[in-house]
């Protein structure tokens, strides 16, 4: 596979599970996501017509679309993070930058949003917000009028305010009604209100934390809180203390929020420390209907389950990343010894020929085409989904059994490609790569997936299934597309997989 077709395909394919994602979810019909839907279409469009007009260059083209698409959102993604964060500065750069990126009506309106909540005096950011409202109207009014009455700390407010106004609740929006519910002890609206809204919340995990933290869910908000890199340590203190005063541990709130320095911390950082000390949340359980109760130990047992899979570094997963970095020393190898493209050099260093392991035994073949790779596209893609699924498998079956899967999922699948070719039913290739493997991981993937959700039922989950049923749709198509591309290896691996899976599963 040369360059332009690697980078062309990665940009397609990724802009086309993400449509596949917003149509599946139906969050394309949530108000501003179908913009994202029409740009990442565009994206696949210019895929498709630089193919045939410009293919020397069609996938710089497509990678660079997808970029001028993701771009201004991500850094307004950023700037919605550093802002949670109590990094108002910080924020008010970031939307300042994504205006020149995009300088349209709503994010030029954004950008002063975070600029006037960047300012340091309750006041001011009062003052600044207020003099807003003569430039906006509809659903950006109301977003307006609530970022007032946070700055004022009016949570009783707010909550009159969003019981007398419809308005959709997008992203991070929801974190307005979840506060305010929190802080007035509505604990029942609470939990209905997060469950109603959390299809538009995509990966964001802050409102979940938050609502659980009123709810008193201490392990569950101890479980998420790592997993929050965007959240400064005293952030992530406050919302602890919140949590353990719901679940009645007053004592022990006291002290997590004590240890700090007032002198070390922000303005807004001593104020919200200071009104949680003087005015602590009740306890929760009294507040919570049995129905809602029940509902919430799911979404706590969820969350405390899916944690470990947000900081899955080296340390979580050793063997993701020692394979990756076999990998990459055996291409080091192949560059040291020629060509990591000539087929003569991939072959005295071990690729698959199927007619040597049938008439001339050399099984040892089946193990070192694993760790080969044609050329740095092939090595590039393997790896990235290696690092993505590996973690995934590696946390949820543990390294050894993840060992297992891919190790004897990735020898089924070359041995499965040497039975075929001496059974006749296909040509022999010269094969090397991950790919097989990485397929079985797939595979236990997809199984767990599954499980899930026919546990469970939620909406999460089944988010969670038709993302790889797309992936797997995806690479399927890519597989029978590019006559590069083993589509036996990978549906053997595949089938490996889920079976490897189901096995160490039930263990």
């Known amino acids: 596979m040369d360059l332009q077709t690697f980078l062309a395909l990665s940009a397609a394919s990724f802009a086309a599970v993400v449509i596949g994602q917003m149509v599946i979810t139906e969050s394309h019909r949530v108000p501003g996501t179908g913009r994202m839907f029409v740009l990442l279409s565009l994206v696949i469009l210019v895929a498709v017509a630089g193919y045939w007009l410009l293919p020397e260059v069609y996938g710089y083209l497509t990678v660079l679309a997808l970029a001028l698409v993701y771009a201004p959102g991500l850094l307004m993604l950023k700037a919605q993070r550093e802002t949670i964060a109590g990094r108002s500065i910080s924020a008010a750069r970031l939307s300042s930058l994504a205006v020149l990126l995009q300088p349209d009506r709503a994010t030029r309106y954004t950008a002063a949003l975070f600029s006037a909540v960047a300012l340091p005096t309750p006041h001011e950011r009062v003052e600044a917000l207020a003099a807003m409202r003569s430039t906006v109207a509809g659903p950006e009014s109301l977003m307006l009028e609530l970022q007032i009455l946070r700055q004022q700390g009016d949570w009783p407010g707010m909550v009159d305010f969003l019981r007398s106004h419809s308005m959709p609740l997008v992203g991070d929006a929801v974190l307005f009604p979840i506060r305010a519910l929190g802080e007035t002890g509505q604990l029942d609206a609470l939990v209905q209100t997060y469950a109603a809204h959390r299809t538009t919340l995509g990966r964001s995990r802050v409102p979940l934390m938050i609502m659980l933290a009123f709810c008193g869910k201490v392990d569950a908000v101890a479980a998420l809180l790592p997993t929050l890199s965007i959240l400064p340590p005293v952030v992530k203190a406050f919302w602890h203390a919140t949590a353990l005063q719901a679940a009645g541990r007053f004592d022990e709130a006291r002290h997590l929020l004590e240890t700090f320095d007032p002198a070390a911390l922000t303005d807004i950082q001593r ?33 405390g389950r899916d944690a470990p899979l947000r900081q899955a570094d080296w340390r979580h997963t050793p063997l993701t990343y020692l394979l990756i970095l076999a990998n990459c020393m055996m291409f080091g190898v192949e560059v040291f010894s020629g060509d990591s493209q000539d087929t003569q050099t991939l072959y005295n260093l071990g690729a698959l020929w199927p007619p040597d392991v049938i008439h001339g035994h050399q099984w040892w073949r089946l193990v070192s085409a ?27 079956l543990g390294t050894w059994r993840m060992a297992v899967v891919y190790g004897v999922g990735g020898l089924i699948s070359m041995a499965g490609v040497v039975g075929l070719t001496a059974a006749g039913l296909t040509e022999p290739n010269l094969l090397v790569g991950a790919s097989g493997a990485i397929f079985a991981l797939l595979g236990a993937i997809a199984l767990q997936r599954l499980t899930d959700f026919l546990a469970t039922r939620t909406v999460a989950d089944r988010r969670n299934l038709s993302m790889v049923g797309l992936v797997l749709v995806l690479q399927a198509g890519i597989d029978l597309a590019l006559p590069q591309i083993s589509f036996t290896a990978h549906l053997i691996g595949l089938l490996a997989g889920i079976a490897l899976g189901w096995v160490l599963k039930r263990r």
């Open 271 to 303: 104020e919200m420390i200071a009104g949680r000390l003087t005015r602590p949340v009740v306890e929760a359980a009294p507040l919570l209907s049995p129905a809602v109760a029940q509902q919430l130990d799911m979404m706590a047992m969820r969350a």
């Open 370 to 396: 694993m760790f080969l790779h044609a050329g740095p596209e092939h090595l590039i893609s393997n790896m990235f989904a290696l690092w993505v699924l590996g973690r995934f498998v590696e946390i949820g």
